[in-house]
């Protein structure tokens, strides 16, 4: 059988779209913790010829806020383990491994929910809970975690540079003015960390959304990240790697500032 034949009909047009990969491609989950983790999904649905559905879905926004906690709990467990250098030098290394175990922990509950709602997200007559079974009875678990190993090779170099590069400007900020940061300075230099750290690793994006949106069987759905990547050089050059970057780097630095200061100001209430 086709996988042609296994997808769910477009209304209207009787065609199965909902895993035809983008024309577009980079325009995939913003990463990190953006409160519009739909935006990038929308322009890539939107530039294929999807017909655009309403912002979604409701237990995608709860698993993605449990894979967040996971990452903080693990993250500052982490920190807290490791032993505390008086090199300042080191201290980036610390928060850098970390940030990466919290990311590989975190991706257990993202990864699940992300493909759903991508799939979700380029398909005009599917539910979630249809879209959920449908992925379970034709491709097993492991279907719900295509692209788990491309998200993490996309998350850990963002973190490897959002994480240090959030703390090293903290620490700047508290050394000028003599006192530890508030929760508002925090919140600028997580935008600021966040905004950088999603320009460096669009590829890495765009490679992670071709991976997800591929259909079963397809090159790009084995999961290689350097053969999809170089293939996207190849058809689309540098443009290709780097698409979708300004709305990347735009939702990006508006979730770092939101989540990280309101992470900073309850870390602040808490201890």
């Not at 383990?81 to 300042?88: C, G, K």
């Not at 975690?145 to 903290?170: A, C, D, H, M, N």
């Not at 790697?241 to 989540?259: E, N, Q, T, W, Y």
Request: charged share 15%.
């Amino acid at each position: 059988m086709r996988s042609e034949d296994t997808l769910p009909p477009d209304r209207g047009s009787g065609a199965a779209t909902w895993l035809r990969p983008c024309a577009r491609p980079g325009h995939g989950q913003t990463g990190g913790f953006s409160p519009v983790p739909w935006c990038g999904e929308l322009v890539c649905a939107a530039s294929c010829g999807h017909r655009v559905p309403p912002p979604l879905h409701g237990a995608s926004r709860v698993l993605g806020g449990l894979g967040a906690a996971a990452f903080f709990i693990t993250y500052e467990n982490v920190k807290s383990m490791l032993p505390h250098s008086s090199t300042p030098y080191l201290t980036p290394a610390t928060h850098m491994v970390a940030a990466s175990l919290g990311e590989v922990v975190a991706c257990l509950i993202r990864v699940p929910s992300e493909v759903v709602k991508q799939r979700a997200q380029v398909s005009s007559s599917s539910s979630t809970l249809r879209i959920l079974s449908h992925t379970l009875y034709h491709e097993g678990i492991q279907g719900l975690y295509r692209g788990y190993k491309s998200t993490v090779l996309r998350e850990i170099p963002f973190s490897l540079v959002q994480f240090p590069l959030w703390e090293s400007l903290k620490d700047l900020w508290s050394w000028k003015q003599g006192h530890v940061v508030d929760s508002w300075q925090s919140a600028v230099c997580g935008a600021f960390a966040g905004g950088f750290a999603a320009a460096v690793t669009t590829p890495l994006d765009v490679a992670k959304t071709r991976i997800m949106l591929a259909k079963a069987g397809s090159s790009s759905a084995s999961g290689n990240v350097l053969a999809t990547l170089g293939d996207v050089w190849r058809t689309q050059g540098l443009s290709g790697l780097f698409a979708g970057v300004v709305p990347r780097m735009a939702a990006i630095s508006l979730g770092g500032f939101i989540f990280l200061g309101t992470y900073e100001k309850t870390r602040q209430l808490l201890l």
